[in-house]
């Protein structure tokens, strides 16, 4: 079975600071990793995904993620947080070894507010 | 390129009324989700098609959900009839292949429902 957590509902940053939105997973095989931000009244929009290769990976308006395969993790980061990435920010898991029960399973979300 | 287009963007219903979502994907998207989205929640999947074929709906409350894609296009989503538990966002998101690859998706804006 696959699972993904979002231990914080809630994450505060100035504007101007770094900014870390925390995801973890769970699948049995390899993982495909997906960040997507969802803005008041609009449906979600995709910012970054993890399928192999490089841990790091470079995503949307300035943010980037990185894969820990040993502590299963896709943590979403950006250097310097801007007053317009406030919006609801969720992560999501699919197991490489696609079947039936291999469906995308998004976190419950964490809500990212950036104070001027 | 056009985006995932759905309509209506809300809807009002009575219990035990029915009610129909439409989705019209990307062109040339083959495969397309339909997820309910509940207030504070991830997007939970509903039923996913790829082309007019259905590839997972084993979370769809068959009771009293259905969904086509006929013509491999478009699609819709019914709830009849409706309870108070189904007051959600139901949102439509297409991607481009097989979903083994990784692909991303694309979502709609999304449709409101309120059930009273």
């Known amino acids: 079975a696959q699972s993904v957590a979002q231990p914080e509902d809630q994450v505060n940053v100035a504007e101007g600071n770094p900014l870390t939105v925390k995801c973890t997973y769970s699948?049995?095989?390899?993982?495909?990793l997906f960040w997507y931000v969802q803005y008041p009244n609009r449906g979600l929009q995709f910012l970054l995904k993890y399928i192999t290769g490089d841990n790091l990976v470079k995503g949307s308006y300035g943010f980037e993620a990185e894969f820990n395969k040993s502590q299963t993790s896709f943590h979403l980061k950006k250097p310097s947080a801007l007053v317009s990435d406030s919006a609801l920010y969720f992560c999501a898991v699919r197991d490489e070894e696609y079947s039936s029960a291999s469906k995308i399973i998004f976190g419950s979300g964490t809500r990212l507010s950036i104070r001027p | 390129e056009a985006g995932v287009a759905q309509s209506p963007r809300y809807k009002i219903i009575e219990k035990r009324q029915s009610v129909a979502f439409w989705c019209n994907p990307i062109s040339g998207h083959a495969t397309l989700y339909w997820y309910q989205q509940i207030l504070g929640q991830g997007p939970k999947l509903l039923i996913q098609f790829q082309n007019n074929g259905v590839v997972d709906d084993s979370q769809l409350p068959k009771d009293r959900f259905s969904a086509e894609r006929l013509k491999g296009v478009d699609s819709t989503l019914k709830i009849q009839p409706a309870k108070l538990e189904d007051s959600a966002v139901y949102l439509c998101?297409?991607?481009?292949?097989?979903?083994?690859?990784?692909?991303?998706?694309?979502f709609g804006p999304g449709t409101r429902l309120t059930v009273t």
């Open positions: 699948v049995s095989g390899n993982p495909y």
């Open positions: 998101a297409s991607s481009l292949r097989n979903p083994s690859r990784g692909d991303e998706q694309y």
